[in-house]
């Protein structure tokens, strides 16, 4: 059969004809295969091509080094090298391995370049990289039980190698981990890690001063690792604890250090009243502690207390929307109104959550800051017949959207900030959405309003906002921030869909509207997703009295963990309800849903809420 040149096929015919040779890769017709691939060499899924065929045959060394050396700069080369990295090292070529190795943060590939030195001879660097390896608090892949084994056979393993990783596992609450390692010790010494394996169970036991022996190197690791896991449910307890005893231990000041600020932390996520003045105490807070200070006084509103823990963040960290808001509400509880007033103002012009709650206080008009980006469509045409993006085209072309995707993400990183614009465009024009959110946001672009605020989805947006009485755009604003309207979102736990729906939940919500529950993936369905996405939400904001951010936090958090941030006696301000939430990423989830709503009206031209009607007070439970 006479096989076409490539210059001789359409590019229609070139991607049936690259189909049909995919196909015979997995047939594993290799003869059939080159015949085939022959006529496809300037086709710009080549490479791709090849690599299929190469990650099935590792064996065949100098197809590889003319594939990395021919492809260098396309991802499948990086793909293949890491596959037949591992063929050599599980092959035991070990020179070969050497030779092709460069560096990595891949621990796989770390433990076998390790082995791969010591097998030829380059003992000392070998043993002293593979007790880096083995000293961390989790375990590491079976690729790292050969060279582990001659590291612990060796002269480099010792009792404070073993104690470091025992302290490390614990710390890191993997007990089987650390199980296993006692076994490794002398038998004085197990009795020791015994005893702190005890304490991990039952804090409790560092009040018995029997239980530890104060000359004992280990009772001073023992005792702190105990105020730890006290700290976590009795933080007083734990902290009266310390307070009595940690003198009576040999505790080195590092440790020291990381538990004084622990425990302070505890205090403050917690709400003690205690903790602004332990945060106040710490000799060297990092940021988050200083934060929490601020958060601590706001949570006592103790305005003084706000502007001097403002005034103690590096300059940096001052100029931060979030603690220029607070400094001007500290100025205004403060009799300070003009300066307060003055930063409100300058405040007032950005798109963003404290920019509008600046507004509000101005009774200005919110801000959309819009700025399209200046990118025409021969602009994007150009940009189009870069290599990379080539072969995005023609992945999407042969139905291969997932890796078409990964190709991107490989590409982009090779772009400078003007290109990364172009791409932005382009994956706009795509009907990628959440690629192209992400990435204008590589190029830290904010203000193409349409592309980062994009409106999609609107029928099943305004049918269930219909249907649930909600304004729409705080549906835009939840799927926004949950997914960036990409229907095939999938999260580490499980959520899916739009509105980022767990399986349990959708079956929960299916019931309620006695509606046949299908499976799971019908929750990538846009209109079931946003559907039950949209009734979810009512039903919080139904179980919060109305309260847009204490529904837009269940949604996130659960209403179990909600109720349990509500006020106990006083009713609190929003703002300072929502600074103060204890999860990180709950603050910046409401802070955002709330603020991606307004947005989202302004986009629609529908201005009905407003920054007050998500800042109605916080009631107690």
Not at 98 to 111: A, E, L, M, R
Not at 355 to 380: C, F, R, W
Not at 436 to 442: D, P
Not at 510 to 524: D, I, P, Q, V
Request: hydrophobic share 40%; with cysteine; proline share 3%.
């Amino acid at each position: 059969m006479h096989v076409a040149l490539a210059s001789e096929l359409t590019l229609d015919e070139q991607r049936k004809e690259f189909l049909r040779a995919e196909r015979l890769v997995k047939k594993g017709k290799t003869r059939l295969f080159f015949k085939k691939s022959e006529g496809l060499k300037n086709y710009p899924l080549y490479p791709y091509l090849q690599y299929q065929w190469l990650k099935k045959n590792l064996n065949q060394t100098d197809r590889i080094k003319d594939f990395l050396n021919q492809y260098a700069e396309t991802r499948y080369a990086g793909l293949l090298n890491y596959k037949w990295q591992i063929y050599l090292a599980k092959h035991k070529k070990w020179t070969e391995f050497i030779n092709q190795y460069s560096h990595t943060n891949n621990t796989k590939i770390q433990c076998y370049y390790y082995l791969a030195k010591y097998k030829t001879g380059a003992k000392k660097e070998a043993l002293t990289g593979a007790g880096k390896l083995w000293v961390v608090g989790k375990s590491q892949p079976s690729e790292c039980d050969a060279v582990f084994k001659v590291f612990i056979e060796s002269s480099f393993f010792t009792p404070v190698v073993i104690w470091q990783r025992f302290d490390a596992a614990l710390a890191n609450k993997k007990v089987k981990l650390a199980k296993y390692i006692k076994r490794l010790m002398s038998k004085k010494d197990q009795q020791i890690a015994q005893r702190w394996l005890k304490v991990h169970s039952n804090p409790l036991l560092i009040t018995n001063r029997k239980f530890l022996n104060n000359n004992q190197q280990q009772s001073g690791l023992i005792f702190a690792h105990g105020v730890d896991r006290m700290a976590r449910t009795d933080a007083i307890k734990a902290i009266e604890i310390w307070d009595d005893h940690n003198h009576d231990f040999i505790i080195n000041s590092a440790r020291k250090q990381r538990l004084e600020q622990r425990l302070a932390m505890s205090l403050a996520l917690s709400r003690d009243k205690m903790a602004y003045s332990r945060l106040s105490q710490l000799n060297n807070p990092d940021e988050t502690a200083q934060e929490w200070r601020i958060r601590a006084a706001l949570r006592d509103q103790n305005w003084t207390h706000v502007k001097q823990s403002i005034d103690a963040l590096d300059k940096e960290t001052k100029e931060k929307d979030k603690w220029k808001y607070w400094l001007a509400r500290a100025l205004e509880k403060t009799d300070k109104a003009r300066v307060s007033e003055f930063i409100y103002s300058k405040l007032s012009k950005d798109r963003s959550f404290y920019g509008y709650l600046a507004a509000d206080k101005l009774k200005k008009s919110y801000q959309l800051v819009n700025h399209p980006l200046q990118v025409t469509d021969e602009m994007i045409i150009k940009f189009m017949q870069k290599t990379d993006f080539r072969v995005v085209a023609e992945l999407i072309e042969v139905n291969k959207e997932m890796e078409a995707k990964r190709q991107w993400w490989f590409a982009v990183r090779k772009l400078v900030k003007n290109e990364i614009l172009i791409a932005a465009k382009y994956a706009q024009k795509l009907g990628w959405d959440q690629v192209a959110i992400f990435t204008v946001a590589k190029a830290k672009h904010w203000d193409d309003v349409s592309l980062r605020f994009p409106i999609v989805y609107e029928k099943q947006v305004q049918k269930n906002a219909d249907r649930q009485d909600l304004n729409p755009a705080i549906i835009f604003g939840l799927i926004r921030r949950e997914s960036a309207f990409n229907q095939n979102a999938r999260s580490p736990v499980g959520a899916r869909g739009l509105m980022q729906i767990m399986p349990k939940t959708g079956q929960q919500i299916a019931r309620e509207l006695k509606e046949r529950w299908r499976n799971t993936g019908s929750l990538m369905n846009p209109s079931t997703n946003v559907k039950y996405g949209s009734y979810y939400y009512k039903q919080l904001l139904n179980q919060f009295d109305g309260h847009y951010a204490l529904a837009a936090a269940a949604y996130n958090a659960g209403p179990h963990r909600v109720n349990r941030w509500l006020p106990k006696t006083e009713p609190l301000a929003a703002d300072i309800w929502i600074e103060t939430i204890p999860f990180k990423e709950t603050r910046a989830y409401v802070s955002a849903v709330l603020t991606y709503a307004l947005i989202y009206q302004k986009q629609l031209k529908k201005n009905i809420l407003t920054m007050k009607d998500f800042m109605q007070d916080v009631l107690p439970k």
